[in-house]
């Protein structure tokens, strides 16, 4: 009893180190992004002795923010949705259906997988070029949803593959058809795993820089990250103002993550334990 209760202590300890260094520069850069250049000079690592939220009104006006704000969300909506959507139908269909060549498929886009987006975005950009999709929000939101897929498939079918065939089964004796099985039967089924999807996909498509970099030039049109980029650049004297800038981008994927938390773990566990 005493080894258990010195075991969780100990890992309960070991837990908190990880969470104060995790969370010690998001903290530190969120006192800095309230002060001035002076302050910050007097007095680093303490809290603000005027909260300066004139900095944030230089970021979002000035730094061109609520653009780069607009624009993420705009491209961050439609790749999430779509890449759960074709996610789960592809995933679907790889497990359920009698398809010859599905065990070919899937390790295709377990393939994708392993290639660096270095190795595609020559050639990608190329291919945008030839559609008059570059500088455009949907050049941006197809090839980030094309990106996505092979994750998804992947993270999707091995939820698929815990679930027992005889749900399909006492369906389709019901009279369902494929689509009702799908979205009202297996969607609710692996809910928690649905939704830990579309938080990576959220984190990955709205910290996203060399695919808005190369395919995005226009400033109306750039995303957070590379306008995070040319911000940093322009104000690399004022540490103050980047930290707001840091701040503003991090602050919504921290957001979606507390809110689903809950969701996202036992989406990870299931997939973990299944797989």
Known sequence: MNKKISLKIITYLFLTLVLVFALTPLIFTWFVSFKTKAELAQNVFGLPQVWQFGNFNRAWEQGHFGTYYKNS?????????????????????LVFFSLKSKKIILKLFMFGLAVPMEVVIIQLYYHMFSLHLLNTR??????????????????????????????????????????????????????????ACAVFFFIWTWNEFLLALVLISKENLRTLPVGMAYFQGKYVGDIPLMAMGATLMTVP???????????????????????
């Not at 969300?73 to 269909?93: H, K, N, Q, R």
């Open 138 to 195: 949907i050049g941006l939101i197809l090839a980030q949803i094309a990106l996505s897929l092979p994750f998804g498939v992947f993270f999707m079918s091995a939820n698929l593959n815990a679930l027992p065939h005889a749900i399909l089964e006492s369906a389709e004796i019901e009279g369902a058809d494929t689509w009702v099985i799908l979205w009202k039967i297996i969607a609710p089924l692996i809910m928690p795993a649905i939704i």
């Open 73 to 93: 969300v705009i491209v961050v909506i439609p790749v999430v949705v779509m890449s759960i959507v074709l996610s789960l139908m592809t995933s679907y269909a």
């Open 253 to 275: 994927v921290i957001i979606i993550y507390v809110l689903l938390q809950k969701y996202f773990i036992s989406g990870i566990l299931a997939g973990a334990l299944k797989e």
